[in-house]
Nanobody, 126 residues
Framework: QVQLVESGGGLVQPGGSLKLSCEVSGRTFNGWELAWFRQVPGKPREFVAG????????WYGGPVKGRFTISRDHAKNTVFLQMNRLKPEDTGVYLC???????????????????WGQGTQVTVSS
């Protein structure tokens, strides 16, 4: 049914850039919110960025503001995360998530999101 498939992760040096993709399928996502979270072993899952599928409104976690950009391409059924000026602390498994009815601060909370991809590893190291 609903499928979220991430790609684009890899190993990059500090200060470098990487672009992640999340291909969505299984239903129309009009009216939904899509987001990126990241997971580091031993730490809570952290919100990275979110986008409204219809209007393109975006919101970001504090640590990535000014460095990451989330966007979506309706024709390609894909959500992107452009990551610039990467830091070692950006390392983690990046997961794509979708929710049909988040609101306010709930749109920053992982438990609010209904569907998840399997993640793609991003490692920032010299």
């Amino acid at each position: 049914q609903v499928q979220l498939v991430e790609s684009g992760g890899g190993l990059v040096q500090p200060g470098g850039s990487l672009k992640l993709s999340c291909e969505v399928s299984g239903r129309t996502f009009n009216g939904w919110e899509l987001a990126w979270f990241r997971q580091v072993p031993g730490k809570p899952r952290e919100f990275v960025a979110g986008v409204n599928w219809n209007h393109g409104d975006t919101w970001y976690g504090g640590p990535v503001k000014g460095r990451f950009t989330i966007s979506r391409d309706h024709a390609k059924n894909t959500v992107f995360l452009q990551m610039n000026r990467l830091k070692p602390e950006d390392t983690g498994v990046y997961l794509c998530a979708a929710d049909r009815d988040c609101s306010g601060l709930g749109c920053y909370i992982s438990d609010e999101y209904e569907y998840w991809g399997q993640g793609t590893q991003v490692t920032v190291s010299s």
